[in-house]
Nanobody, 123 residues
């Protein structure tokens, strides 16, 4: 079975940076596109970024474009989300997910999800 574990969340001040990591075990890491999502308290789950199996292509939500960068290291079975210029509205539980179908922004098309890591941005 596939298991995803996120890490790197925490408390930062507005304008600061964090790098989230998501490590996968089970299955073949190269065989899945990867994505990052977040869910703030009382809000719907929101797509943030996704990356193809090879890492050659990426897609971002408008809300994070230019501030967040997704990358992957297939040798380490790990996907990253570098978050810069953080804002209080970025406060949420952040999830990584794996999609066997390839690059997608749709939550229902992702097959596996991590447990989430909390990011809190203070003003």
């Amino acid at each position: 079975q596939v298991q995803l574990v996120e890490s790197g969340g925490g408390l930062v001040q507005a304008g600061g940076s964090l790098r989230l990591s998501c490590t996968r075990s089970g299955g073949i890491f190269r065989g899945y596109a990867m994505g990052w999502f977040r869910q703030a308290s009382g809000k719907e789950r929101e797509f943030l970024a996704a990356i193809t199996r090879s890492g050659a292509s990426t897609v971002y939500a408008d809300s994070v474009k230019g501030r967040f960068t997704i990358s992957r290291d297939n040798a380490k079975n790990t996907v990253y989300l570098q978050m810069n210029s953080l804002k209080p509205e970025d406060t949420a539980l952040y999830y990584c997910a794996a999609a066997g179908r390839g690059l997608t922004t749709t939550p229902l098309e992702y097959d596996y999800w991590g447990q989430g890591t909390q990011v809190t941005v203070s003003s």
